[in-house]
């Protein structure tokens, strides 16, 4: 072997020691961090739209986070867990719903709203840090606290409410509200200021 070749080798090796030196475990390693435990999917930036019909919106739900649980054998969908969620109900009637965390169960047709969970309709604002709506009834229920907004009052149900919203019942559970006046009129006298919704 001449001089040529050894300096081949050398390179060779020296090029290859580099690569191995640099190959160590300086790169971080991706560890999946997961919310929801034996999730048999997981998606990010969710959208599930359902439909009635020949094409008309049911329902539609966006979220950054979602984990599906489902049959193994039929692969029947059993629940969906979603974070930052925003639901759309444009059938039977117009409705929004947002919370920090909802739980869609398919089986008992039920939909749990946990942290900052908002129901919204033309008429009314309900506000709690939990609501059970069931999907099927379109009855919301819930034995916590929650906050109540209609035109000009507010009203807190201090151990929960119960809204069917078809047959017009509303029962809140120990009011506490009061009248929000408009700037322009004058103040009610105080016995008018407590009040049932």
């Given amino acids: 072997m001449n001089w040529i070749g050894l300096l081949k080798v050398s390179i060779v090796f020296i090029i290859f020691s580099l690569i191995i030196l640099n190959c160590q475990n300086d790169y971080p390693i991706l560890k999946e961090e997961s919310k929801e435990k034996f999730a ?11 439909y009635k019909g020949i ?23 059993q629940k969906i867990i979603v974070y930052n969620f925003e639901f759309k109900q444009y059938l039977p009637q117009e409705a929004n719903f947002k919370a920090k965390k909802a739980v869609l169960d398919y089986i008992k047709n039920i939909m749990y ?20 709506y069931n999907l099927e009834k379109a009855i919301l229920d819930t034995n916590i606290p929650v906050i109540i ?11 929960g409410l119960y809204y069917d919203k078809d047959k017009d019942i509303q029962i809140c559970r120990n009011p506490a509200g009061k009248m929000i006046q408009p700037q322009n009129q004058t103040k009610q006298n105080e ?3 407590n009040f049932f919704f």
């Fill in 55 to 77: 094409g008309i919106k049911k329902w539609e739900l966006n979220s950054k986070e979602a984990y599906i649980y489902q049959e193994e054998k039929t692969q029947t969908l």
């Fill in 149 to 159: 907004k209609r035109k000009n009052s507010e009203v807190k149900c201090l151990k």
């Fill in 191 to 193: 016995a008018n200021e």
């Fill in 113 to 132: 709203l946990e942290g900052n969970a908002e129901y919204k309709d033309k008429e009314v604002v309900l506000q709690s840090d939990f609501l059970i």
């Fill in 40 to 50: 048999n999917l997981r998606f990010s930036n969710f959208k599930r739209i359902q």
